[in-house]
């Protein structure tokens, strides 16, 4: 198959099994303590009276709805929560492959394998745009590359795997293009807690009727399972409202609604968490994308600094990012990391280091040994 | 839209904004309390480690597959655990209409409106076939239907609206049916605790490569907003192994996994709760099956004494099912019901009431002096 789980596997399988011991830096799981919070409305949620285990609304609780509008500046009714981003994401692809003409999803190379994987069991055609050496998407090159066979454009800010930030400037013309084109812009934005370079926007100051934004709560309060994240759709009342309430009968036909325990405690996080929170999870990652770097660099390989998300590509003089180079680092330097191989062809001489481990330092410290 | 929730919200709406106090037999929420494993599970993950919080396996935590394998009898492998039995029979059925030629699901009628919206919504043709004069299917009229057009066929035991439970030879029958016609047989048995017959059984027993069983937690643990249901699909390593490795690539694909304190909620309770607490919520519904039925017969109506679930149909003079029918008895008696034409053309002349109320003599009581 053509998507991500499996080659994350392949390489955490490969660790598990390592003769040796092995720093993580395969898996996006965040490895911070979630806001008390949302512990809080777990232990309340396991008092509550039994009607509050029953369905949510199928667009997702009111109060966790409302508390989203208003952190996006939207209507509530243009909230969908869903399971995960990765369940808004697949109701933005879908529904703009069925809305518009074209039958292509244009993405960005290198590519999350998800986007990558979801398109192509959709039956879409797939057209990748190379981001530029600074790791960023030109808008110039994804207009050389639209066309009226382009139904949806994916876009991830703070991106993974590069770490690129997109700029207000940058999403207006993502949006733009995909108005000219009668495309859909999907612009997953699940890592815009964690942008260390303060030029994030998000896809919906665009104003477009052409835009969905998806999100979720999973890496920001470090809680990838409990499934809980969101699509912001166009106006229903506008040139393109019949996406969102095609997503809302898809959403409903899949999977009826959201799991409630995971909402209730996210809505109570949403309510009670104080800004020091976010910003001490930015502050962390900042400290560790400065030390792995640092090494990177005495170590003499070629590396982003991410402006956002907790990646960083790194490359090794004389050793592309191979799976069979990922599994000698594994088995010699004791370090995990995927390969760039895996993202498409635009990077396959990087490999992808996740830094939500607390032994980032360590892990730097093996890299920079055995590239010595 | 051609599904269920907004005929439930128009009723359930109208019913809201009665002038009166309204007993609701709408909605299909248990009202009694979920196991007290489950509280406890939730207490217990409301502490959990933060690596606890992250991703569980997209197939569902090891664990509540191995109980779940136990309880059917069938090798982990095969079981996918799924966000409620919604996404179980949604995969189901996909994978039905891609694996085999034909294009037409096929139902029964009255059906569960959400099998024949999703089977609209995916493109299928459908066919109805009409339920025997005692609410039972019989297997000859799902031979006479079957057909090579035949991809997938669905049926539900115990049977929501009808109360009916199909015995081990009418399971083997459609099973058969659906090898007969290289079609998938899609079975729903989320009621399956709810047995008042001894006569059902699962369509699992059949041994059959053409078999999905899709259940859930939803009603058995009273725990409709979790989302925790499965699907068991036949081997992987069987004739129609590629349905299983497709159906875990969607999921994956839409879901990536479920929530995660649901499942490990579940889980706690699957482990603690003793047999017990699930008779007592299946006496609990007979005895309301008991005072209803008694009432309507004394109410001079027909009815359907279910042999499983928690719905019962009846029939009064001269008052067939319809919206407006349904929209009087809530404003004259305060009886909110669904309307049978909400279900298909076959008891179009018959309400819905679901006993998930402890108001169940109450809403008896209004009907008979209503129709008296």
Chains 1, 2 share one sequence.
Not at 162 to 176: I, K, L, Q, S
Not at 177 to 193: F, G, K, M, P, Q
């Amino acid at each position: 198959m053509d998507y991500e789980e499996p080659q994350f596997f392949r390489v955490m399988q490969y660790a598990a099994r390592a003769d040796r011991d092995v720093v993580d830096m395969v898996s996006g799981n965040p490895d911070w303590d979630p806001p008390e919070g949302l512990r809080d409305g777990l232990r309340d949620y396991a008092e509550a009276d039994a009607g509050d285990y029953q369905y949510p609304p199928s667009v997702g609780l009111a109060g966790l709805r409302d508390a989203i509008a208003a952190r996006r500046g939207v209507d509530r009714n243009r909230v969908l929560v869903t399971n995960g981003a990765g369940e808004a994401n697949h109701l933005a692809m879908t529904g703009g492959l069925h809305y518009f003409d074209g039958t292509e999803v244009l993405l960005t190379d290198p590519v999350y394998p998800y986007y990558a994987g979801r398109a192509n069991f959709l039956g879409a055609d797939r057209s990748f745009v190379p981001v530029a050496e600074d790791n960023r998407l030109r808008p110039a090159d994804v207009r050389a590359a639209a066309s009226e066979e382009t139904a949806v454009i994916v876009v991830n800010s703070p991106n993974n795997p590069t770490g690129a930030v997109y700029d207000a400037d940058a999403m207006a013309e993502f949006a733009a293009i995909a108005e000219e084109n009668e495309a859909l812009l999907v612009s997953d934005e699940v890592y815009d807690h964690f942008d260390f370079s303060g030029r994030f926007a998000s896809a919906l100051d665009a104003d477009s009727p052409n835009v969905v934004a998806t999100n979720s709560f999973s890496k920001t309060m470090a809680i990838t399972g409990f499934r809980v994240g969101y699509a912001v759709f166009p106006p229903e009342d506008g040139p393109t409202g019949e996406l969102l309430e095609r997503a809302r009968t898809q959403h409903m036909l899949t999977n009826v609604t959201g799991s409630r325990p995971a909402q209730y405690a996210v809505l109570r996080a949403l309510k009670t968490t104080p800004p020091d929170y976010y910003a001490a999870c930015r502050r962390r990652l900042e400290r560790r994308v400065d030390a792995f770097c640092d090494a990177l660099a005495e170590a003499g390989a070629a590396y982003n600094r991410p402006e956002g998300g907790f990646y960083v590509l790194a490359r090794f003089p004389d050793f592309p990012g191979t799976f069979e180079n990922v599994y000698e680092l594994i088995d010699e330097a004791g370090v995990a990391g995927m390969p760039g191989e895996a993202f498409g062809e635009s990077r396959s001489d990087w490999i992808r280091f996740a830094l939500v481990t607390p032994r980032v330092d360590e892990a730097a410290a093996r890299l920079a040994a055995y590239f010595e």
